[in-house]
């Protein structure tokens, strides 16, 4: 049976800065000029790039946002909680996998500007994803969330931001 470290191992994964293992897999050749792009872009972006992303429970990834849609997809292991809020404050609870009776689904699009954490719904388990973002990735783009300054915006989510930060 596969596992977290097979995966870890098998996929040559990293630590990520927000938790979990990753590693990039496409980084397009193709770039969109800045002109071409909305103002929130600094400069050129690749058209697309992607990740492998895994998580394991006990871990979780760090509530964050980028200028970019991502789509997540999932690959193994179980079920992956991405919990998102919007800039009106709305929070949602994205179940990402493959069993539809308990309300996965195997895509799950996180949209540009969005805060965005998760974690493993099941003990003692894992989730290897995948994960496109477009316009692409660059670090420049991402921003980690502050407690703090999380709870001040959306002080009725106190308990979710205090789990993913």
């Given at each position: 049976?596969?596992?977290?470290?097979y995966?870890?191992?098998?996929?040559?994964?990293?630590?990520?800065?927000?938790?979990?293992?990753?590693?990039?897999?496409?980084?397009?050749?193709?770039?969109?000029?800045?002109?071409?792009?909305?103002?929130?872009?600094?400069?050129?972006r690749?058209?697309?790039?992607?990740?492998?992303?895994?998580?394991?429970?006990?871990?979780?990834?760090?509530?964050?946002?980028?200028?970019?849609?991502?789509?997540?997809?999932?690959?193994?292991?179980c079920?992956?909680i991405?919990?998102?809020?919007?800039?009106?404050?709305?929070?949602?609870?994205?179940?990402?996998?493959?069993?539809?009776?308990?309300?996965?689904?195997?895509?799950?699009?996180?949209?540009?500007?969005?805060?965005?954490?998760?974690?493993?719904?099941?003990?003692?388990?894992?989730?290897?994803?995948?994960?496109?973002?477009?316009p692409?990735?660059?670090?420049?783009?991402?921003e980690?969330?502050?407690?703090?300054?999380l709870?001040?915006?959306?002080?009725?989510?106190?308990?979710?931001?205090?789990?993913?930060?």
């Amino acid at each position: 049976m596969k596992d977290a470290e097979y995966w870890i191992e098998k996929l040559k994964l990293l630590p990520h800065p927000e938790g979990g293992f990753y590693k990039e897999t496409y980084r397009s050749d193709e770039i969109i000029n800045r002109v071409h792009l909305p103002q929130r872009f600094k400069g050129h972006r690749n058209i697309s790039t992607s990740i492998f992303y895994l998580i394991q429970y006990g871990q979780f990834s760090k509530l964050h946002r980028i200028k970019s849609d991502e789509m997540w997809h999932f690959y193994d292991g179980c079920g992956l909680i991405i919990y998102s809020i919007n800039k009106n404050g709305k929070l949602t609870e994205n179940k990402l996998g493959i069993n539809a009776e308990e309300g996965e689904c195997p895509q799950i699009l996180i949209k540009a500007g969005d805060w965005f954490g998760a974690k493993v719904s099941k003990q003692d388990s894992y989730c290897l994803s995948g994960c496109t973002v477009s316009p692409g990735f660059h670090f420049e783009d991402f921003e980690m969330g502050n407690r703090e300054e999380l709870i001040n915006l959306f002080p009725e989510h106190k308990s979710i931001i205090n789990d993913l930060t």
